[in-house]
């Protein structure tokens, strides 16, 4: 990679949702810059193969909207250096058709979820640490038929602001992640929806999903990745409370 992250080396990383997609990238990549990274999600399968590729990278079992769970985890964890609260989940259906426990299930994926690691995330973390939130586009903008998702999307970076004026005075720093369209299995899903619901191809739908990136693309993991990886660099201390949008200019 082309940045430097020898201060990577042995530093304990906690990512949440690292079974797939963007977590996974992020873990591996954390994990190749020599950092100690733990890894959650709920599906056991999915841990252990992304931990299979890197002798670094251990699994853990656990629901980011267990509460319990979660304060166990930090506890036996000990003191950590940089925790990216990645965990989400989408739903989609007119509003008028949303039920209460649909709107439930994203704000305890996509904002409950995130609140826990970052509280358990801050009681551990070490001077100079990091916290990361992986909110969306969705958190700064509105979309049609998702909008639990964006709700809890856009209370993701108010937390990271409100966060990150409660420590400002800290040797932390706290900043919230907004990609655009990823290619992802929770995209795959998107696709998937959209053609049930529409009657669309797969083909049609991803391309209805790439055009609203300006430059006619789906965005990859590894660029959100290595914002993440940036963030959590030396030279970007002055970068706090900000939510940054990788998007390719989608406005």
Known sequence: MSM????????????TGG???????????????????TITGRREGPLSAI???HATIEPAVVDVTDETAMVALFERLGEVDIVIANAGAAES????????????RMLDVNLTGVFLTLREGL?????????????????????AYVAP?????????????????????????????????????????SVATIVA?????????????QATNPSGRLIQPAEVTATALWL?????????GQAISISGGEA
């Open 93 to 104: 259906a007119p509003l008028s058709r949303t039920s209460l426990a649909q709107w439930q």
């Open 4 to 15: 430097s992250v020898s201060h990577l080396k042995a530093k304990r990383v906690v990512i």
């Open 19 to 37: 079974g797939s997609g963007i977590g996974a990238d992020m873990a591996l990549a954390f994990a190749e810059a020599g950092a100690e990274v």
């Open 232 to 240: 959590c660099g030396p030279h970007s201390a002055a970068i706090h």
């Open 123 to 143: 009681r551990h973390l070490n001077d100079g640490g990091r916290l990361l939130a992986v909110s969306s586009t969705a958190g700064l903008k509105g979309y």
């Open 51 to 53: 931990a299979e590729r």
């Open 197 to 209: 619901k529409t009657g669309q191809t797969p083909e049609q739908a991803r391309a209805h999903l």
């Open 149 to 189: 998702y964006c709700a809890a999307k856009h209370g993701v970076v108010g937390l990271v602001r409100a966060l990150a004026q409660e420590v400002a005075g800290r040797d932390i720093t706290v900043n919230a992640l907004c990609p655009g369209f990823t290619e992802t299995p929770l995209l795959e899903a």
